[in-house]
């Protein structure tokens, strides 16, 4: 299903037209970089710990983001943030970068997501260009920016 390229960011939405925005937003503002995307939370987890039809990864490097939507169909946002920050703190999945990218305003939500282990927290804007904005300066930051660890 992958080829062997290292995996820069897994997008995680379960809106067909946003989870296509953002990939297309992506790959037009960093075009070296590699883009896999999966519309449930079960997918993203079974990409990430190597399950099912991700069962080829094993041994891959975990991606270098993981832009994360909240309401998704199977194992919501939380809960796939709670298994990404819960496992083995030796563990490389436990480095990664995850962004809430997410349409709701609620405080709580945005608290909840911080105490899970979020790294950060974007709404998602309404008009596509802003969209596409904000999905650059996203890719900017974590993917040029930052200094990860190694």
């Known amino acids: ?14 809106s067909e037209s946003e989870r296509a925005s953002i990939v297309a937003a992506l790959q037009m ?6 883009v896999v995307a999966v519309n449930s939370g079960t997918g993203a987890l079974d990409f990430l710990f190597a399950r099912g039809d991700w069962s080829d990864r094993a041994g891959a490097d975990p ?49 909840r997501s911080y105490r899970c282990g979020a790294n950060g927290y974007v709404m998602k804007p309404v008009s596509f260009s802003d ?8 890719g900017q930051y974590w993917l040029t920016s930052n200094r990860a660890s190694s």
């Open 63 to 111: 991606p270098r983001l993981i832009l994360l939507d909240l309401s998704l169909p199977g194992a919501d946002g939380f809960s796939v943030l709670g298994q990404i920050r819960s496992i083995d703190a030796e563990d490389a999945l436990t480095l990664t970068p995850v962004v809430i990218f997410s349409d709701s305003q609620n405080p709580g939500s945005i608290t």
């Open 131 to 138: 969209f596409q904005a904000i999905i650059t300066s996203i």
């Open 1 to 14: 299903m992958l080829n062997d390229e290292p995996v820069d960011v897994l997008v995680v939405e379960d």
């Open 29 to 34: 503002s960093f075009p070296e970089v590699n």
